[in-house]
């Protein structure tokens, strides 16, 4: 586990990060975990194992958790209309005759894109993104533009929103505490969405996230004095608070999309769910959760990569795929997990299938303009980080 240990220090040392965590696992056992630096500039409280920090896109993937649990239950069906779950019909603009289904939402290939914002708030709806005339239609922004009805890849935060009401509808309860209820608790780790139900103790554990310029200091950019914040911490319009929220009305409120405050031993545990090592899902939609939904092809090109980071996609996971654009050199197998990236934070959370063997990791700030990646679209440090890791677990070829 030397490699890791060495990068996540060489990291920080070199104030690419003001701190950062990483964990390596396999089936139930930790094999290695680690920090290095602070949780908060300029105090110099040590950042911890269980310090939680917003992980960004990886949130993603406990929204999707959430949802899975709800098909499951039967409340929601993969491959019908999500309108269904919603309150309001959902139609891109150029095929209203076409429905969007869940399925097509975990895998962005729904034809929604992001706009200038994605932000839920108190008083407004989530339709009002999607309907001609709404608040936040943005000239219709949010709408790809497709010559044929869907299965082109367009990665999208706002899209989660739509998951997230989704839950609310069928699931009778906030989102919020809907995945708690369904994929927190029963992996035993303390976190939440916009901070929602997360203890003092982890409270006061957490970190603040940050960004810097190359000769600057570290400036805050999200959860500054995290004790200080209001959980949830929502955004609602001028005199209306949480208790004015109509339920299932806009699933954007609680950032299903990059909201979730965890620690990399909390992202460990959904990793394990994801291998199967941990019980959450049924094995029959595990299995459905890794099978490859969406597979880049230049030509006729049938997503838009980012620059090389989007390859492959499961069911509400990307799918690292080995090969000339993949950011760990020498992968011997496909991984499955997501990315995060907001604030400063990077980060990610990935695992082998077959092996059970995957890692976590993060850092609490970086650079305005990280220095990109020589393989991929990712950044560099994302790239060193992930090669380190995926060597240490014995993932890659010996010579990389």
Known sequence: MKRLAETLGAVVARRDAPGGAAILFSGQEVLWSGTAGVREVPAASPLLLTSKARVASISKVATALTLLKLVEAGRIDLDRDISDSLGFKLRHPKFPNSPITPRMILCHTAGIRDGETYRGVVGEALEGFFVPGGKNWNEGKHWADLSQPFGFFT???????????????????????????????????????????????????????????????????????PTTLPRPNIATDPGLRLSDYALGSNGLLFSPQGGLRASVADLARIGMALSGAVALLEPAMRTLVLTPQWTYRADPKNGDTSGGAFQGFGLGVHRLVPGDHCPVAGLKTEMVGHYGEAYGLLAGLWVDPASMRGFAWFITGSLYGPAPGQRSGVYRVEEEMMQAAAYDLGLVDSKF
């Open 155 to 225: 990665y999208s935060n706002l899209a989660m929103g739509l998951l997230a009401q989704a839950c609310e509808n069928a699931g009778g309860d906030r989102f919020d505490r809907l995945s708690q209820k369904l994929v927190f608790n029963p992996l035993g780790i303390d976190c939440g969405f916009n901070w929602s139900g997360i203890s003092d103790r982890a409270a006061e554990e957490a970190a603040t996230l940050y960004r810097r310029k190359t000769e600057g200091d570290w400036e805050v950019q999200v959860d500054g004095s």
